[in-house]
């Protein structure tokens, strides 16, 4: 199929795609989807068609879907002056006039005649050249509000409403309801209200009609107020905070190789990782040969002994009988996990990365890899920072496994030594998690 076949198929049925998207977007989705369609068939005249050379000139492409010129739909559209250019509608309503106008704050940065930019500071300040790029940058700014005002008055095909909200203290100064005010007063007459008793100032482009014999008019029926019109609007429950298991580490404690340099420690701590990431899935006879090689490409910043050291660190740790499920075939290493769990009485989202996984059929394992010199021999001596990132893994993981044990542990590549966590140690952890 075409690509213009293909998704029209896709947003065409009844059941699916397009209905989708105007269930789950509302009606203004239909545009997009037909500018979309009309892309594919555009495509299809310029270029030989096929899917993927489509989504290539799709992501190359500068297209800007323009909003629908509609009027006759029944809704109200809310937004911004500059949302709102190109459009018209029979009534618009400007209802924040009475905001402080755009440019009445000095600007801090100033262009002078020769083009050279400068911090400007306080006004009284200013030398003659400044004075002059600081007026011509205050007229620029208020132009461009009353631009702006133009803009929006000029939307409106048969009615505009110009209001605002006022306090105890004046409009300020230049505002753009003080501005249509100003202009047209002398032009309005004042009018009772479309609603309610009070009294608004109207401008018409023509004469009102002489007014004839009066009629009757029948009482307009009493409106009844919606409930929710009258009553305070309901608080959001608050967004489900997020916290990375890695974040809880304490840069201090965590930082390995100190005396050897930061550059060097992060380079083999990377190289470790990724060494212990991937030789599981290569042959056992070839994984020493396979190491030396990477290690010689990319650590080369290292010496050859600190390469050695490396790789022979990493090959202890696959050889290590207490490791081996880690690194059985059903293994997965660099898992990302996601998910909700309660941490110090509180719902919070969990999203992290495991550096090994072995899920098997008595209990899931977990293995943190760390390469800190000397490496911790005592639990108590452990950066709580690691031991809060394996409580994280373990309460998203018993959820997905809630069958089965789960067993969390670190792994210190320098001697080689797995240190596994007991149940009440990690549970102690997690309670203890806060908003740090």
Same mark, same amino acid.
């Given at each position: 199929q075409t690509p213009f076949a293909f998704y029209a198929g896709v947003l065409g049925r009844a059941d699916g795609g397009r209905r989708s998207f105007l269930q789950r977007l509302g009606p203004e989705s239909a545009d997009p989807l037909d500018e979309f369609l009309n892309l594919a068939l555009d495509y299809e005249a310029r270029e030989t068609a096929s899917l993927q050379g489509f989504l290539a000139w799709l992501r190359a492409a500068q297209s800007e879907v323009r909003r629908d010129m509609e009027m006759a739909r029944d809704e109200v559209r809310v937004m911004t002056v500059h949302g709102a250019k190109g459009l018209e509608a029979r009534t618009v309503i400007l209802a924040d006039t009475t905001t402080e106008p755009k440019g009445a704050h000095p600007p801090k940065l100033l262009t002078l005649s020769n083009g050279a930019i400068i911090w400007a500071k306080r006004k009284q300040d200013d030398t003659d050249t400044m004075e002059d790029s600081r007026a011509a940058a205050e007229r620029a700014a208020i132009n461009e509000y009353r631009r702006l005002l133009?803009?929006? #008055?000029?939307?409106? =095909?048969?009615?505009?409403?110009?209001?605002?909200?006022?306090?105890?203290?004046?409009?300020?100064?230049?505002?753009?309801?003080?501005?249509?005010?100003?202009?047209?007063?002398?032009?309005?007459?004042?009018?009772?209200?479309?609603?309610?008793?009070?009294? +608004?100032?109207?401008?018409?482009?023509?004469?009102?009609?002489? =007014?004839?014999?009066?009629?009757?008019?029948?009482?307009? =029926?009493?409106?009844?107020?919606?409930?929710?019109? %009258?009553?305070? &609007?309901? #608080?959001?429950?608050? &967004?489900?905070?997020?916290?990375?298991?890695?974040?809880?580490?304490?840069?201090?404690?965590?930082?390995?190789?100190? +005396?050897?340099?930061?550059?060097?420690?992060?380079?083999?701590?990377?190289? %470790?990782?990724?060494? #212990?990431?991937?030789?599981?899935?290569?042959?056992?006879?070839?994984?020493?040969?396979? =190491?030396?090689?990477?290690?010689?490409?990319?650590?080369?910043?290292? %010496?050859?002994?600190?390469?050695?050291?490396?790789?022979?660190?990493?090959?202890?740790?696959?050889?290590?009988?207490?490791?081996?499920?880690?690194?059985?075939?059903?293994?997965?290493?660099? +898992?990302?996990?996601?998910?909700?769990?309660?941490?110090?009485?509180?719902?919070?989202?969990?999203?992290?990365?495991?550096?090994?996984?072995?899920?098997?059929?008595?209990a899931v394992l977990i293995g943190d890899f760390k390469t800190n010199r000397p490496a911790p021999r005592r639990i108590e001596a452990v950066p709580e920072g690691y031991v809060m990132q394996l409580a994280r893994y373990r309460a998203v993981l018993a959820k997905i496994y809630p069958d089965r044990p789960i067993r969390a542990a670190l792994i210190w590549t320098e001697v080689p030594d797995l240190m596994e966590l007991s149940e009440e140690t990690l549970d102690n952890a997690l309670a203890r998690v806060t908003s740090a």
């Open positions: 133009y803009v929006a #008055m000029t939307r409106a =095909a048969e009615r505009l409403v110009v209001c605002g909200s006022k306090g105890p203290n004046k409009i300020p100064d230049g505002c753009w309801y003080q501005l249509v005010e100003d202009a047209l007063r002398g032009d309005c007459v004042s009018e009772s209200a479309d609603v309610g008793s009070d009294e +608004v100032l109207r401008y018409r482009k023509g004469r009102m009609p002489e =007014a004839g014999p009066a009629k009757r008019e029948t009482p307009a =029926a009493k409106i009844s107020l919606p409930p929710w019109l %009258t009553r305070d &609007a309901l #608080m959001d429950k608050a &967004a489900v905070r997020s916290i990375t298991p890695s974040g809880a580490i304490d840069e201090e404690a965590a930082r390995p190789f100190a +005396v050897a340099g930061i550059k060097a420690a992060l380079l083999r701590g990377s190289l %470790t990782h990724r060494l #212990m990431q991937s030789l599981p899935d290569i042959p056992a006879e070839r994984r020493a040969k396979t =190491a030396q090689n990477y290690l010689a490409r990319r650590g080369g910043e290292l %010496t050859a002994e600190v390469r050695k050291a490396i790789s022979d660190e990493v090959m202890r740790v696959l050889g290590h009988q207490h490791f081996r499920e880690l690194f059985e075939p059903n293994s997965r290493a660099e +898992v990302p996990i996601i998910g909700r769990v309660m941490a110090g009485g509180e719902l919070v989202r969990v999203s992290g990365q495991v550096d090994r996984l072995a899920v098997t059929p008595g």
